[in-house]
């Protein structure tokens, strides 16, 4: 992101992962203020990754980043026998991007706090997409739709940006490795309140932190 560009508030849709996690706190580089946005679905594992990022945002306490703000967007009619909704058949370590994409999530995910943004003057949100992501609705094509279609309807928008279109997890790592990382969630299959060891996601945050030579504080429940 430009240095020089400078917002009054920003908010950030934050999942709790690693990447949403750190650029939430990063983002009080480019603004006054960040606001904390979390979008609920009702997938399985959501209780416990919000629990996670409300823990994260605690410890990372500090001037200008505000009080996390949650969203219910309520999705079960779309996604009947998804496995992140029943927690079935979940992808496992090494599986491929599509077997874990929930099809149109973002069009859910950014139109109800862009229209809360618009209505309370906020001038971006901000989205974690790292270099890596493959889907159509991770575009400049779809952010500039999504303006179009927001400002069409309320007389303006807030500005869509992916700070980080062109990093990757492991410089993301790094980027906040003073955080506490150990309070970001990145599993889709929770065992208890931890993550699972096993899933996709799972594999993608050890091998993250083994290539960024961070230790990784994470607890699994497998060692897999």
Not at 61 to 90: K, M, Q
Not at 150 to 162: F, M, N, Q
């Amino acid at each position: 992101m430009n240095q020089e560009l400078r917002f009054e508030t920003l908010a950030a849709l934050t999942s709790g992962g690693i990447d949403s996690a750190v650029m939430c706190l990063d983002m009080l580089r480019f603004a006054k203020r960040v606001q904390p946005i979390y979008v609920r679905f009702g997938l399985h594992w959501e209780g416990i990754e919000l629990a996670y990022l409300q823990r994260f945002l605690a410890a990372s306490a500090r001037p200008g980043l505000l009080d996390l703000i949650v969203f219910d967007e309520p999705c079960r009619e779309l996604y009947t026998g998804h496995w992140a909704l029943s927690g079935l058949n979940v992808p496992e370590s090494g599986t491929g991007d599509e077997l874990v994409e929930i099809p149109g999530r973002n069009v859910l995910l950014i139109a109800k706090p862009a229209i809360w943004c618009r209505l309370n003057a906020i001038e971006a949100i901000a989205l974690g997409t790292l270099a890596a992501n493959p889907f159509s609705d991770a575009t400049a094509e779809f952010d500039s739709g999504m303006e179009y279609v927001v400002s069409t309807a309320l007389g303006g928008s807030p500005h869509i940006i992916r700070p980080y279109k062109h990093l990757t997890k492991i410089e993301i790592l790094r980027l906040g490795a003073e955080s506490p990382l150990e309070w970001t969630f990145s599993c889709i299959d929770p065992a208890a309140d931890v993550h699972c060891g096993a899933c996709s996601k799972c594999g993608e945050r050890r091998d993250a932190f083994l290539r960024a030579g961070i230790p990784d504080k994470t607890i699994y429940a497998s060692s897999a």
